[in-house]
């Protein structure tokens, strides 16, 4: 969570040297990152939930196998996606401008290098791992500081190469102290098992992701990069929200795996999750309050070009403050409930589109706030969806644990 806040911190200092059409063409390039996450299969999120679940099952040299697997094939993707990214940029890189080509040349490497650094980060899984990561992060808070002169000294051209710093150094990092060092090594079973289960999980991830993109994409056929550029610290603001039940997942996800493969209790894991979540919200309810009466000062000493937007992030500090409920939905990856995953799923994508469009309607003269506004409404509409499918989940899980209870005994 410190990281988290400092990012934002950091991202907001960012702002006074990058101009809004060169932080739009960022914004812009971004995407290409997240809807590329096709590639992925949801591999590295299947090991996530089998990996810990097997431990709980006693099935260690199993549950390595599975990691082992999963490295070598985020490699293959990581190459992959590098290669991809390089064709799509000789193809049209001869039309685009300075700023617009130092972007692509910089995705070419944060790409690849954040789809491993994504792995890394799933294999630390234990109390003494957690440990470790920690300190990762920490050090990941001193880089994210220190590396602020770049874009001081050197705008645009010094914002991309913190951008590779930090990536870089994290993931060498995570690549040094990581837990599991096996060779990376292809085994068929454990890749049919893990694309079998990995398919709803990446489906998921790749819609939700896709949603979350859904502001940005109305911005940007509104009003090209600039006006993109200009949301960049709503988005900052989003993320921060979606980012911290994030963290806290990576926690939470591998101790509910471990207790459902250890117990199978599925009534445990919805509670525990939705608990979760009031919990993720009440940590976050102070730093709201803070943020919303200190942004003012902020944007006016640290990124004056933004300061008409400030009524815009207020709505966003309050719609992250509702992304911490998304923290429940890990319920659904830990009890394999794909049912309930996909209704809440399908909600979730008509919200994440109708709102914003609504909001640009009722707003047009200021369409920032108005798809702020928006996405709040359609985050709102969302949290009682999302709770009634945790909680479908929870009671679908129960029945077929009852069930196999019922077969497994001797006749």
Same mark, same amino acid.
């Given at each position: ?10 991202? %907001? ?6 101009? @809004? ?21 949801? /591999? ?7 990996y810990p679940f097997l431990l709980g099952k006693g ?48 995705? /070419?490497?944060?790409?690849?290098? #954040? ?25 990941? /808070? $001193? ?44 085994? *068929? ?89 009031? %919990?993720?919200?009440?940590v976050m309810l102070p730093f709201i309050a803070i943020?919303?009466?200190?942004? @003012? ?46 209704? #809440?799923?399908? %909600?979730?994508? $008509? ?12 707003? @047009?003269? #200021?369409?920032? %706030?108005?798809?702020? $506004? ?8 969302? /949290?009682?969806? *999302?709770?009634?499918?945790? #909680? ?17 005994? @001797?006749?």
């Amino acid at each position: 969570m410190a990281q988290q806040l400092v990012q934002m911190v950091c991202g %907001f200092l960012v702002l006074r040297w990058v101009a @809004p059409p060169e932080m739009g063409v960022w914004q812009a390039v971004i995407l290409i990152d997240t809807y590329s996450q096709i590639i992925r299969l949801g /591999i590295v999120n299947a090991m996530a939930r089998e990996y810990p679940f097997l431990l709980g099952k006693g099935k260690k040299d199993e549950a390595v196998q599975y990691i082992q697997t999963t490295e070598a094939y985020t490699i293959i993707a990581a190459l992959s996606e590098l290669v991809i990214i390089i064709v799509v940029m000789a193809m049209f890189g001869r039309d685009l401008n300075f700023d617009w080509r130092l972007g692509f040349l910089t995705l /070419i490497l944060y790409a690849p290098l #954040n789809l491993y650094r994504g792995f890394l980060e799933s294999t630390f899984r234990g109390g003494r791992e957690f440990g470790i990561l920690a300190r990762i992060h920490l050090w990941g /808070i $001193v880089l994210n500081c220190v590396t602020l002169l770049l874009p001081v000294y050197y705008g645009f051209t010094g914002f991309c190469i913190r951008v590779l710093v930090i990536t870089g150094i994290t993931t060498l990092l995570l690549w040094l102290w990581r837990p599991v060092r096996e060779k990376p090594k292809l085994i *068929s079973k454990c890749l049919k098992y893990l694309i079998f289960a990995g398919i709803p999980l990446f489906i998921s991830n790749y819609l939700t992701a896709f949603a979350a993109g859904f502001s940005r994409i109305i911005l940007l056929h509104e009003g090209g990069a600039p006006l993109a550029g200009l949301f960049s610290p709503v988005v900052s603001i989003i993320a921060l929200g979606s980012m911290v039940p994030a963290t806290l997942s990576v926690y939470l996800l591998p101790k509910l795996n471990f207790n459902f493969g250890a117990s199978g209790a599925a009534k445990v894991i919805t509670k525990a999750a939705i608990k979760a979540g009031f %919990f993720c919200c009440l940590v976050m309810l102070p730093f709201i309050a803070i943020g919303w009466w200190l942004l @003012p000062l902020v944007m006016e000493k640290m990124a004056p070009l933004y300061i008409d937007i400030i009524p815009a992030m207020r709505i966003a500090l309050i719609l992250s403050l509702v992304n911490c409920f998304r923290l429940t939905t890990v319920t659904f990856s830990v009890l394999q409930a794909w049912k309930p995953m996909f209704i #809440n799923l399908l %909600f979730l994508i $008509v919200t994440s589109y109708t709102g914003p469009h609504l909001g640009l309607k009722l707003w @047009p003269t #200021n369409p920032i %706030f108005g798809v702020t $506004v928006g996405a709040l409404f359609a985050g709102l509409i969302q /949290i009682p969806i *999302s709770l009634a499918c945790v #909680n479908l989940a929870g009671k679908q899980a129960h029945a077929r644990t009852e069930k196999d209870i019922v077969l497994l005994q @001797p006749q």
